[in-house]
């Protein structure tokens, strides 16, 4: 029996540790420690296969365990490439394994998995081989009946996951004409003795016909588990809070305009233009919705925001991150009404565009006029001019002047990688939705007349954070893995014979970018450059923007749509009080759970975007 001071995981660790390379059967395992009692027993069986689970233990040859680690085994979350490699994240600083496609077997992405190490170790880092899936990421999914090759099987909806998942069936189940191909379906991995065996799912309920775009949506909503909307009650209670008093500038007199898609219903953001402290200065306000007066740290809706993360836009369908009276109305810096804003003024010189300083206060507007992106680009472009106002027309005019010369300065300072794509845009109408178009769309100079001033006044604000030691949500963008970058130059060599230079070279890396412009498979390599890239999160301390090229970067420009913005308004609300802030680990937690609530948001963005293309099409070949 095993010491009673000492627990069982404890001891059969300790127990392998003595022969760490021969290791033990299991059976000598349990006489070694003396399990005998039926109590005992039981805690052993649970021990070890927790050991197992954590990839603490391993099986060995000959049905012999040991440590992991003297096994050289490893485990970590797995990562699938679309381009069909994976990479292992370990916990700690040690760096990612690179797991080719032949070592991933029947491991899935998101999947807790063991790894071997391989004899393979240069400067890109180490490689490996999936031993084990320790724990499914995705053993419950939500996918569409389908047959292929005369195989029933599920496409699931997520795009990390294989294209097609073929399906067993319970003894007394069979399949028939009540499951009809098209169908939405919840299917559960089925265990495999042998990682190199085929995946099988077992459909275990059915969410929806796949008969309407409605029902697709449906879908995704219950496979990413969206939020619900809010209840009517808490749309009622939102439309009755009063803001929080502060101490204001009046800045209605300012000629201030906002500039968003024709389809926008809420405005968190607007801009005016005034004379700089110099003749050779220009003022450019930057005024964002002060959410953090009507949303305090710790109450019941900033709870219910922050669980929440951000709105999700999904085509024809939109689940906020507030209730609609305050994102809509309260909040949103409507055109002709007094609205309650969180200004940044920042000093640009005239003749270059360089920023020259910034300042931060409470302020409120009155928007002079609500502008679409449509209409700024058609003022651009010279074409079909739209009649503005003259105090308006000369607003529009500084910015759009003053946002090249930003834009070039930033270029030369910060080398910043120019990612703009073109893009599908789904368009949908009606209730229930139907999908009427798919349109290609391309960055505008409209949108990054808005773009430069935000990115300016999200600057500043990270800034002031880490001068004044606020703690807040940082954006951070690492530079893409060796392996990344190296699997990327390979794929590009072999199948368009396109030299890729090194990522340490930000200004040739740019040529390269602005080169695959003119290529036939532009699109195509641009998108996979933009895989080869690390995701950009969210972090409670201050780390660089590599897409950007910033030192110092955070969100502050949309707190009606993203809480990390929001965060920040509140973290500032309580610095410009005198209040005591939200300590480092409550800021770097919540900056945390935001990321995956992003992250789990683009996917069903994704996804939704994927499968109304795939309506639009079959509509266009086989009509209504």
Not at 100 to 110: D, H, T, V
């Amino acid at each position: 029996m095993p010491n009673p001071h000492t627990p069982i995981r404890d001891a059969i660790l300790e127990l392998l540790g003595t022969r760490p390379e021969q290791g033990f059967r299991k059976a000598d395992i349990r006489r070694a420690l003396k399990i005998q009692s039926k109590e005992h027993s039981a805690a052993f069986r649970e021990a070890f296969r927790s050991l197992l689970r954590a990839g603490a233990i391993a099986k060995h040859r000959r049905g012999h365990y040991a440590l992991a680690a003297a096994l050289e085994l490893v485990s970590g979350q797995l990562t699938v490439n679309r381009r069909g490699f994976g990479f292992v994240a370990t916990e700690g600083s040690d760096p990612d394994i690179f797991i080719p496609p032949k070592g991933i077997g029947g491991a899935m992405s998101g999947d807790h998995v063991l790894v071997a190490l391989g004899e393979s170790r240069d400067e890109r880092g180490p490689a490996g081989t999936v031993r084990k899936v320790l724990e499914r990421g995705h053993s419950v999914l939500t996918g569409q009946l389908s047959e292929q090759e005369g195989v029933r099987g599920v496409r699931p909806m997520r795009r990390e996951l294989p294209d097609f998942i073929p399906l067993v069936w319970r003894q007394d189940e069979q399949p028939g004409d009540d499951v009809p191909p098209g169908e939405w379906v919840i299917v559960q991995i089925q265990p495999q003795t042998d990682l190199n065996d085929p995946l099988t799912a077992l459909v275990v309920g059915r969410i929806a016909g796949g008969d309407s775009a409605a029902a697709d949506l449906d879908a995704i909503v219950a496979e990413f588990e969206l939020p619900e909307p809010y209840t009517e009650q808490e749309e009622r209670d939102a439309k009755r809070i009063e803001p929080l008093d502060i101490t204001r500038e009046d800045c209605r007199e300012l000629t201030t305009v906002t500039i968003d898609p024709d389809d926008a219903k809420d405005f968190d953001d607007a801009l005016s233009v005034s004379p700089g402290d110099t003749p050779e200065t220009v003022r450019i306000g930057v005024h964002i919705a002060d959410v953090a007066a009507y949303v305090p740290t710790g109450g019941t809706l900033d709870a219910a925001a922050r669980s929440r993360g951000l709105t999700i836009y999904l085509p024809g369908r939109t689940l906020p991150m507030l209730p609609t009276p305050l994102a809509s109305d309260q909040c949103s810096l409507i055109e002709g009404r007094d609205r309650l804003a969180h200004s940044v003024f920042l000093e640009i010189e005239r003749a270059t565009g360089r920023i020259l300083g910034s300042r931060r206060a409470r302020t409120t507007i009155n928007v002079n006029s609500r502008l679409t992106f449509a209409e700024v680009q058609a003022l651009v472009d010279a074409e079909d001019k739209p009649e503005f106002p003259e105090d308006v027309a000369a607003v529009l005019a500084d910015l759009t002047h003053l946002h090249g010369l930003i834009r070039r300065q930033r270029r030369e300072d910060e080398q910043f990688l120019d990612l703009s794509v073109p893009e599908a845009k789904v368009v949908v109408t009606g209730d229930p939705v139907t999908v009427v178009d798919v349109v290609r769309t391309e960055a505008a100079t409209a949108h990054a007349v808005v773009e430069e001033f935000m990115l300016a006044a999200n600057v500043a604000v990270a800034e002031e954070l880490v001068r004044t030691c606020l703690p807040g949500a940082f954006r951070v963008h690492e530079p893409p893995k060796p392996r990344e970058t190296s699997e990327f130059a390979r794929w590009c060599k072999e199948a368009f014979n396109l030299k890729v230079p090194s990522f340490q070279n930000r200004s040739r890396l740019n040529h390269f970018l602005a080169k695959l412009r003119t290529e036939p498979v532009g699109d195509i390599v641009t998108s996979s450059f933009l895989s080869t890239l690390q995701r950009a999160v969210y972090e409670g301390s201050c780390h660089p923007h590599f897409g950007l090229g910033k030192e110092r970067y955070c969100h502050f420009t949309s707190p009606i749509r993203r809480y990390p913005d929001l965060l920040v308004h509140q973290q500032l609300w309580a610095h410009d009080q005198g209040e005591t802030p939200l300590p480092q680990t409550d800021a770097a937690d919540i900056a945390g759970r935001c990321t995956a609530a992003e992250k789990n948001g683009d996917q069903a963005f994704y996804a939704a975007v994927d499968r109304l293309k795939l309506r639009y099409v079959d509509t266009m070949i086989h009509g209504e």
